[in-house]
């Protein structure tokens, strides 16, 4: 089994000095969506499931046109929710993540004031993942190592999502204790391929990540994070 975790391209996070919440992908950020859509145009999918934010649907329609497919939005690959600062001076939200950078470990848990908790996030990300992964027929086993039970080995599904979003995905398939600062664990390029694969077990699976934020279908000067 292989799931293939891809990350948004560059979005409009600031238009006019403003905030903008939900924002669209910039112009390079759609140049970076066709180059990903080319580089997995040819890749064969069991299924492409797409965050429900704009800027991970505008990334995924180019790949979704090439490969002939619907778009299929599923709500558990949303990114961590911040706080309701739309249209607000941009210097405000630069300033509360100054402050979440500098807290002492274990506050960062908290998250920004007004937004998502860290630790709530974690949780909401794991649970989606672990439901995702049981409707599919993925099942951790009953032992402290992370083996797992997978009732389609030769499965590939691609989740295009956000940076956190992956990377507390990431963290739940390799059997990583969650940290508050996931983003920063796991370092994911714009339009970045992750790809994590199933390993066999004398008594089940393990998840292995063999790529990592993989941006070689990026010139040099077209890769942001």
Same mark, same amino acid.
């Given at each position: ?45 069991? =299924? ?6 704009? +800027?991970? @649907?505008?990334? !995924?329609?180019?790949? %979704?046109?090439?490969? #002939? ?46 937004? =998502? ?6 949780? +909401?990300? @794991?649970?989606? !993942?672990?439901?995702? %992964?049981?409707?599919? #027929? ?41 940290t508050p600062w996931e983003w920063d664990r796991f370092v994911i ?5 992750? @790809?994590?694969? !199933? ?27």
């Amino acid at each position: 089994m292989e799931i293939v975790l891809i990350r948004h391209g560059e979005p409009e996070w600031v238009r006019e000095g403003l905030t903008v919440v939900d924002p669209p992908l910039t112009d390079l950020g759609h140049r970076q969506a066709a180059l990903l859509a080319d580089a997995l145009g040819r890749e064969p999918f069991d =299924e492409i499931l797409v965050s429900p934010l704009l +800027r991970a @649907r505008q990334t !995924a329609a180019p790949l %979704l046109e090439a490969l #002939g497919r619907p778009e299929a939005i599923d709500p558990w690959l949303e990114e961590i929710r911040d706080p309701v600062w739309h249209g607000t001076p941009a210097e405000k939200a630069a300033e509360a993540y100054a402050e979440l950078r500098g807290r002492k470990a274990e506050d960062r848990w908290h998250g920004l004031s007004g937004g =998502e908790s860290m630790r709530d996030f974690v949780a +909401r990300i @794991r649970a989606g !993942a672990t439901q995702f %992964l049981a409707d599919r #027929g993925v099942v951790r086993a009953e032992m402290d190592l992370p083996v797992w039970h997978i009732a389609e080995p030769g499965a590939r599904i691609a989740l295009i999502a956000h940076a956190g979003t992956n990377s507390v995905t990431i963290g739940h398939l390799l059997g990583l204790d969650p940290t508050p600062w996931e983003w920063d664990r796991f370092v994911i390029g714009h339009t970045s391929i992750s @790809r994590v694969e !199933a390993m066999e077990l004398e008594d089940g699976y393990s998840f292995g990540l063999s790529k990592l934020s993989d941006v070689e279908h990026l010139a040099a000067d077209q890769r942001t994070r």
